[in-house]
Nanobody, 122 residues
Framework: QVQLVESGGGSVQPGGSLRLSCAVY????????MGWFRQAPGKEREGVAV????????VYADSVKGRFTISQDNAKNTVYLQMNTLKPEDTATYYC???????????????WGQGTQVTVSS
């Protein structure tokens, strides 16, 4: 059974940083498309960042380019999202996902985590 467990969310002031982790169980992240998504209250879910762990170039939403970085640790079977220079509009529940037919922010992913809350407020 595939399970994704996110952690690292919390409350932070504007300009601060957080690092989200997504530990994957039941399958390997090797040569997989891994993605981070977010959903704010009253808004549709949006893709934040995706990466093909078999040496692909990460893709970021325009809203987070230059501030967020997706990375992987194959030995720990974990994917990370480093978030810097956080803004109030980054407030959302963040989800990680794995296994997509193609690796894109708009791809349909098969497996999802339960989400972790990120709140950016002064």
């Amino acid at each position: 059974q595939v399970q994704l467990v996110e952690s690292g969310g919390g409350s932070v002031q504007p300009g601060g940083s957080l690092r989200l982790s997504c530990a994957v169980y039941g399958t390997t992240i090797s040569r997989k498309c891994m993605g981070w998504f977010r959903q704010a209250p009253g808004k549709e879910r949006e893709g934040v960042a995706v990466i093909y762990t078999g040496a692909g170039r990460p893709v970021y939403a325009d809203s987070v380019k230059g501030r967020f970085t997706i990375s992987q640790d194959n030995a720990k079977n974990t994917v990370y999202l480093q978030m810097n220079t956080l803004k109030p509009e980054d407030t959302a529940t963040y989800y990680c996902a794995t296994e997509a037919t193609y690796c894109s922010l708009r791809a349909p992913f098969s497996y999802w985590g339960q989400g972790t809350q990120v709140t950016v407020s002064s």
